[in-house]
């Protein structure tokens, strides 16, 4: 119970900093003037705080899951290992903290509690996790990455590429007729194809071999842990900019290989902000049946302004999430914030986006894959680590997505 009602409080603290910052813009609007210098900087605090806590309440949500799953498999795991019967207080301790940690204080029987405390509670005592497990996580914050999750994945196995057949062009609408009548003939049908073809991205890192041996956790472990994560974060630039040259081709790369400028709306944006009315036209740029996984895709300076907006009976539409499991809400789809999405604001350029990005293809040749080398850095006491993939990417119908460019 304890992450969950951490998790409700960072919702509610959330919310009241969006309050805030809609007060501040709310008083200046009744007043018929502009924010001042001071209301300014309070209303962009305001507005940083919950998207800081909004980093928060996304990363607690995934640890939770990930928590969860791991101590139910490390649980099973442990008591495999033991001789039946086994009642070690290292095993009682281990077991009881990965119950801690998924259920909270609450969760521990009183023998549990025990083994957990420095102590008694008026002495002073507190519940204490292992350090090595304490040391694994501290870290920077990481950046989340969208695209290859909810993108459609293919693997090329034996190929040196992949090609998927395309409908280039349908044919027209079929003929009220008569009985022993076929329709008129028609040539319109056009089929084309749209090649894959992975492109390699690796890493080498070299680490000290008396840091492997002295470290009280698996640093090699951990290294092939950040190179995983490193190298998600190449991947998302290109799948969102990337120019399809030796590399994924972006969503905010204009092209007919992809998403041509057809599906650019600027319709209501001046040069330098986003207005509600374009908004609307993009949401109804795209047909209905792309609804249903359509997902809006914005920096966070995008957002601060996207945070002012209003209908016409003057309803913010962003609408935050302050329940758990729901999220975040514009215009009736959820939307997502990226550090790597275009975030210029200068005439003519993107600044979000609406998709179904099932509609993005995804093509491995190679997964994610590790080398260890020992011999080649014994001179220099260094063990190296490699890390390889091999993927491309493309949005493959344009009509599935719709651009926020501005004016």
């Known amino acids: 119970m304890g992450k969950v009602k951490n998790l409700r409080e960072m919702l509610g603290r959330r919310a009241e900093m969006v309050t805030q910052a809609r007060a501040i813009d709310e008083k200046a609007e009744k007043e018929g003037r502009k924010l001042s210098a001071e209301e300014t900087a309070n209303f962009d605090k305001a507005i940083a705080d919950a998207d800081a806590i909004g980093v928060e309440i996304e990363r607690e949500q995934k640890l939770m899951a990930l928590e969860k799953r791991a101590i139910e498999n490390v649980a099973d795991a442990e008591r495999a290992r033991q001789p039946s019967g086994s009642n070690s207080p290292e095993v009682r301790k281990r077991l009881a903290l990965r119950k801690w940690i998924a259920g909270g204080r609450e969760s521990l029987a009183p023998e549990e509690l025990r083994d957990l405390s420095f102590g008694v509670n008026i002495q002073g005592g507190y519940l204490a996790p292992p350090e090595d497990y304490v040391r694994e996580i501290i870290k920077q914050v990481d950046d989340y990455t969208f695209i290859r ?57 070299l680490i000290s071999n008396k840091l492997i041996r002295a470290s009280v956790f698996n640093v090699e472990d951990y290294i092939r842990d950040r190179l995983a994560y490193k190298f998600g974060i190449p991947q998302e630039k290109a799948f969102l900019v990337g120019d399809g040259v030796n590399k994924p081709l972006g969503v905010f790369t204009a092209s007919t290989d992809g998403i041509d400028t057809s599906r650019d709306i600027n319709e209501g944006n001046s040069t330098t902000a986003i207005a509600f009315d374009n908004l609307i036209a993009v949401k109804y740029s795209l047909k209905a049946p792309y609804w249903n996984k359509a997902q809006w895709l914005f920096s966070r300076t995008a957002l601060k302004q996207i945070a002012k907006l209003k209908d016409g009976d003057g309803q913010y539409i962003w609408f935050q999430s302050v329940r758990m499991g729901e999220p975040d809400m514009l215009l009736g789809r959820p939307f997502m914030m990226s550090e790597y999405c275009p975030a210029t604001f200068t005439t003519g350029l993107y600044v979000g986006i609406l998709g179904d990005f099932s509609k993005y293809y995804v093509v491995d040749s190679l997964d994610l894959q590790f080398q260890r080398l020992v011999e080649l850095y014994a001179e220099a006491n260094q063990t190296g680590i490699i890390g390889r993939l091999e993927t491309d990417g493309a949005p493959v119908l344009a009509e599935a997505f719709a651009r926020v460019a501005l004016a």
């Open 149 to 205: 999750p909810l993108a459609t994945k293919m693997t090329v196995t034996n190929a040196q590429d992949l090609g998927i057949p395309t409908l280039d062009a349908n044919p027209a609408d079929a003929d009220w007729t008569t009985e022993l009548a076929t329709g008129t003939k028609d040539t319109a049908m056009v089929f084309g194809k749209r090649t894959f073809k992975p492109n390699p991205l690796a890493k080498r890192v």
